[in-house]
């Protein structure tokens, strides 16, 4: 059997679950307008995408400017990604765009280089200077065999240390 007491625990209970999801509702609601709104779309292609997604973050000196938007393959089987830019952030067309990692376990981002052109990217324009993400294995083996190579073992099996 219900009390009165309960009861009323229930429903203030519930006025308050349905007023939190709709203060959340509308926040969300709001960061998707601002960021469908506010600024402009480039294209950038890469052969390898490597970690970044719809939303990872577009730099520029460390500072963030953007976001990927969208991701897609051209009729090459090239990454296109979507950057959305900072309407007061003005890109030169002869910038590039480089696949970083935040340190070396880090997330990944998109680092945009300013080229020194005096014409501006515009909304729908290219950047046509692209690097792709280093992925880590590679990496990883480019160290060991400049390791080996300083110690003299390149190309050769390690010899055994044995007492």
Do not use: H
């Not at 070396?104 to 280089?113: F, M, N, T």
Request: charged residues 25%; proline residues 4%.
């Amino acid at each position: 059997m219900v009390t009165k007491g309960g009861n009323r625990d229930t429903i203030t209970g519930a006025v308050v679950v349905a007023v939190a999801a709709l203060l959340l509702a509308l926040v969300y609601i709001k960061d998707a307008r601002k960021s469908e709104d506010a600024g402009y779309s480039v294209l950038a292609r890469f052969n390898r995408l490597d970690g970044v997604t719809v939303g990872t973050p577009v730099r520029l000196s460390g500072v963030k400017i953007g976001a990927v938007a969208e991701q897609s393959l051209d009729p090459d089987f090239r990454a296109v990604t979507r950057l959305r830019i900072e309407q007061n952030v003005g890109l030169p067309a002869d910038s590039s765009a480089a696949i970083r990692t935040d340190g070396l376990l880090g997330g990944k981002y998109i680092e945009i280089g300013p080229g020194g052109d005096d014409q501006m990217l515009k909304s729908g324009d290219s950047i046509l200077y692209t690097q792709d993400s280093m992925v880590i294995e590679e990496l990883m083996e480019k160290i060991i065999e400049q390791g080996k190579g300083k110690r003299g073992y390149a190309g050769r099996p390690v010899p055994s240390v044995t007492n």
